[in-house]
Structure formats: C-alpha cells, structure tokens
C-alpha cells in the first residue's frame, strides 16, 4: 500500500481523526451513521476542517469503501467464550498500536469515537464520543458473555479520557448520566435520521422487481434488525398464534445469535442489500418492531420513509423515533396485544393508510444535515471550550 502522506496542521482548519471502523465491518446501523454523518459534514463543513479516516490499520483522508458481508464476525461468535474474548482482545491490541502510529504520523486536533468506547489518547487531545446505546452495559444477558466482558474491561476506564459526548437519544443521553453519572450539560443529542437516496417511497415496478427476486407473497409483515435477543423477533409468531393470523413473516438482516429462523413462522432473507430495503418496506404491510431496547431504532424512520406502517414497542428510544406515526405496543412481551394490533393493522386499509401519511412527515422531521450541524458544533466546542 502506498505511503499516506502527512497532512499539515492549518491553524483555521482542524484536523478531525475519526474511527471508521465501523464502514469496514459488518453493515449495521453505526455503519450508516459514521457514512451519513460523516458525508454530511464533509458537504457542510469541508471548508473549515480537514477529516481523516481510521480504518484499524491507517488513516486516509477518504472514507474507506462500505463492508461487504463478512463470515469473520460469524466464525468469532461460534467460538467458545474464552477463544472469543481473546482473539478480540488480540484483534484490539492490534488496532490500538495502529491507531497510536497514526497520532505519532499525523496531526490531529479533535478525535472521534463512533463506535464502543475510545482508544488510549495521549493527555491533551480532545475527544468526543459517540454513544449509541448502554444496552453492553444495562442488559448484559442479551449479549454474548465474549462481549460483555470486553466491553467491561474498556467503557467506563475510557469516559475520563472524553472531552464531549454525543448521544443518538434523548433516553440515551439520560442513560448516561443515570449510570455513569455524565453532567447532561457535557451531553449533545445528534438524532438518527434516513438517507433519502435509499429510503423514499419506490414506484410499483421497483416493488414488484424486488418482490419477484425475493419471491415474496402479496402480503407479509416485515421484521428488520439483527439477530439480538433484544430485538424480540420470538413474540412474533406468538403474537400471530394468538391472533389467528396465517400472514408470512419476512425477517432481514444479520442472524447473529438468535436467528429469526429459528422461531418458527419466519422465513429469514439474511442480509440484503441496501437497494432493496426501500422496495422490501413498501412491499410489506407493516414493520413489525417489537424490540425491548434501542439507543435510537433507525429501521422505524426508514421504513416510514418508504410509506410502510411501523408496529413497535414504548421502550427505551422507539417513542422518540415513530413520534405518533406508529403503532405502539405497551409491553414488548404482550404477544396477545401485539397479535391484536397486527390483526386490526392487517385488515383495516385505512388505517394502514393514516400510518404512511404520518410516517413521511414523521421521517421528515430528521435529518443528517441538522445531525452534522449539531455534530460539528460539539467537535469544535472540544477543540476550542467556551470560556466559563
């Protein structure tokens, strides 16, 4: 690979240093926040900062290519826990002397955590960390103990280190404070939002194209995320059990650990790609999102985007996300209530129809540009603290 050059400190440009791991890795939710924020503050903020990209290896002033699908992820979760733990711990060590090359090659002025918790800074260098959710810490059963532990010997030694925090949430941002007791005052809320090239209502070919590849009935319920307990795929077919319902269930994303499959009356895509999510959620009758806990849940704003009617649960974030555009289900593990909106939701046309007129303006009350704006606000309050 050839040799990166250094980039030079400009006293009116900042140099951000931000970790894009996550654009190499498995294609979830932080993925597309680090690519939509990231291509949103280069189009807004190009002019006043220069931003470089680490990728675990090297740091480019390019963002890295979007991940394929990888089994790497797959092969660590089947191993036993203490394998798992330490080829992560390995894989880390790895990428810290990586990333402390990259401090020593380059000029930085501001670092930027996106993903579980920061690297080791030297003392002095400003940083601001993204925090998604405190599911790793809060509800450690709905997790692989490999992972749990890890995040245990990292997270809270590292938040001494963090100049500024962002939080997706506005339940995130009061998770914080209530567990690691972060003053809300040092706490900014930057909002998920969709990404209008891929999430917008398809015309009727798009749909029937994407129906025949994956060759789906005329009616389903979509469930979208990945196969994390938490997610609650398994109240589902519970849920239709109850109401009687004999309409299929199409699960899509990563399989993870609990495989949608696994629970009967779901038939599982896998992972699709990003082109065929819009035309997947207006095909469906709605998304069925029962999860128990969520930093923001991106998949209920998508799919209002492309006019699919959203089921989910009160918990956690989901209220701040569906706004009142969704259906909500009280408890997340009533599989008798959830089976009775499912049914009502599946033969009322009307109903359906409200739904996807409040799911457009609701998913029209985010966006990346304001996230960017927001973000950009708390980099440069790290670099340079308002006097107090």
Same mark, same amino acid.
């Given at each position: 690979? *050839?040799?990166?050059?250094?980039?030079?400190?400009?006293?009116?440009?900042?140099?951000?240093?931000?970790?894009?791991?996550?654009?190499?890795?498995?294609?979830?939710?932080?993925?597309? /926040?680090?690519?939509?924020?990231?291509?949103?503050?280069? !189009?807004?903020?190009?002019?006043? *900062?220069?931003?470089?990209?680490?990728?675990?290896?090297? *740091?480019?002033?390019?963002?890295?290519?979007?991940?394929?699908?990888?089994?790497? =992820? &797959?092969?660590? $979760?089947?191993?036993?826990?203490?394998?798992?733990?330490?080829?992560?711990?390995?894989?880390?060590?790895?990428?810290?002397?990586?990333?402390?090359?990259?401090?020593?090659?380059?000029?930085? %002025?501001?670092?930027? &955590?996106?993903?579980?918790?920061?690297?080791?800074?030297?003392?002095?260098?400003?940083?601001?960390?993204?925090?998604?959710?405190?599911?790793?810490?809060?509800?450690?059963?709905?997790?692989?103990?490999?992972?749990?532990? /890890?995040?245990?010997?990292?997270?809270?030694?590292?938040?001494?280190?963090?100049?500024?925090?962002?939080?997706? +949430?506005?339940?995130?941002?009061?998770?914080?404070?209530?567990?690691?007791?972060?003053?809300?005052?040092?706490?900014?809320?930057?909002?998920?939002?969709?990404?209008?090239?891929?999430?917008?209502?398809?015309?009727?070919?798009?749909?029937?194209?994407?129906?025949?590849?994956?060759?789906?009935? @005329?009616?389903?319920?979509?469930?979208?995320?990945?196969?994390?307990?938490?997610?609650? =795929?398994?109240?589902?077919?519970?849920?239709?059990?109850?109401?009687?319902? &004999?309409?299929?269930?199409?699960?899509?994303?990563?399989?993870?650990?609990?495989?949608?499959?696994?629970?009967?009356?779901?038939?599982?895509?896998?992972?699709?790609?990003?082109?065929?999510?819009?035309?997947?959620?207006?095909?469906?009758?709605?998304?069925? /999102?029962? +999860? !128990?806990?969520?930093?923001?849940?991106?998949?209920?704003? @998508?799919?209002?985007?492309?006019?699919?009617?959203?089921?989910?649960?009160?918990?956690?974030?989901?209220?701040?996300?569906?706004?009142?555009?969704?259906? /909500?289900? %009280?408890?997340?593990?009533?599989?008798?209530?959830?089976?009775?909106?499912? $049914?009502?939701?599946?033969?009322?046309?009307?109903?359906? *129809?409200?739904?996807?007129?409040?799911?457009?303006?609701?998913?029209?009350?985010?966006?990346?540009?304001?996230?960017?704006?927001?973000?950009?606000?708390?980099?440069?309050?790290?670099?340079?603290?308002?006097?107090?």
């Amino acid at each position: 690979m *050839a040799a990166i050059p250094d980039i030079p400190k400009l006293p009116d440009r900042p140099v951000v240093l931000v970790n894009a791991i996550p654009l190499v890795q498995v294609a979830t939710g932080i993925c597309r /926040y680090v690519r939509q924020v990231y291509a949103a503050l280069e !189009r807004r903020h190009g002019h006043d *900062a220069r931003f470089l990209y680490f990728d675990g290896r090297t *740091a480019a002033p390019v963002m890295p290519a979007p991940a394929a699908w990888s089994s790497r =992820v &797959e092969l660590v $979760r089947r191993l036993p826990t203490p394998l798992a733990l330490a080829a992560r711990l390995a894989l880390h060590a790895r990428r810290e002397l990586a990333f402390a090359r990259v401090l020593r090659r380059h000029h930085v %002025d501001v670092y930027h &955590e996106t993903a579980f918790f920061p690297f080791r800074v030297p003392r002095g260098l400003p940083t601001v960390f993204t925090v998604h959710d405190l599911s790793l810490q809060r509800h450690p059963q709905w997790h692989p103990q490999e992972r749990v532990l /890890y995040g245990r010997m990292f997270f809270r030694r590292r938040l001494p280190s963090v100049t500024r925090f962002l939080s997706v +949430s506005e339940f995130t941002a009061r998770e914080l404070t209530a567990w690691a007791g972060v003053a809300p005052e040092r706490i900014t809320v930057t909002p998920l939002a969709h990404d209008p090239v891929l999430f917008h209502v398809p015309d009727a070919a798009r749909v029937a194209a994407v129906r025949a590849q994956y060759r789906l009935p @005329e009616r389903f319920f979509l469930f979208l995320g990945s196969g994390d307990p938490r997610k609650n =795929v398994a109240i589902i077919p519970r849920a239709m059990a109850h109401a009687g319902l &004999e309409t299929p269930v199409v699960a899509v994303g990563w399989r993870g650990w609990d495989d949608p499959a696994s629970h009967g009356r779901v038939r599982s895509l896998g992972f699709v790609p990003d082109a065929d999510l819009a035309a997947l959620y207006a095909a469906a009758l709605a998304l069925v /999102y029962p +999860s !128990r806990y969520e930093g923001f849940g991106l998949p209920v704003l @998508e799919a209002m985007a492309c006019g699919c009617p959203v089921v989910t649960t009160r918990t956690a974030s989901l209220p701040e996300a569906g706004g009142d555009a969704a259906l /909500y289900l %009280d408890s997340p593990d009533d599989a008798t209530s959830l089976g009775s909106l499912l $049914r009502r939701l599946a033969g009322d046309d009307a109903l359906r *129809a409200r739904c996807r007129t409040k799911g457009l303006a609701q998913a029209a009350r985010f966006s990346w540009d304001r996230t960017a704006d927001a973000t950009w606000e708390a980099l440069a309050e790290a670099v340079s603290p308002s006097p107090v």
